[in-house]
């Protein structure tokens, strides 16, 4: 069963930076894809990131790109969001997910000051 589990987010200042994590079970972490997904209030779900770890290759949204880094630690089956430079507009509920099936419970990250 692949189940994923996301660390809890936070309230953070405009500018600042935070790290995302979620830990993964049930599949071969290292030969899969994996993505964060986030979803706004009252708005419809947005890709952020996703990474090939068998190829090592990432994918950004324009939104994120230059501000965000995704990131695996296959060795603990665990995938990093690193935000810095936060802005308002990233507030949103955050969801790792595993491409083809698989999420997380999602996690809130607030932009404020």
Request: proline residues 2%.
């Amino acid at each position: 069963e692949v189940q994923l589990v996301e660390s809890v987010g936070g309230l953070v200042q405009p500018g600042g930076s935070l790290r995302l994590s979620c830990a993964a079970s049930g599949f071969t972490f290292s030969s899969s894809a994996v993505s964060w997904v986030r979803q706004a209030p009252g708005k419809g779900l947005e890709w952020v990131s996703s990474i090939y770890s068998y190829i090592s290759n990432t994918f950004y949204a324009d939104s994120v790109k230059g501000r965000f880094t995704i990131s695996t630690d296959n060795a603990k089956n665990t995938l990093y969001l690193q935000m810095n430079s936060l802005k308002s507009e990233d507030t949103a509920v955050y969801y790792c997910a595993k491409n083809g099936g698989g999420w997380g419970q999602g996690t809130q990250v607030t932009v404020s000051s």
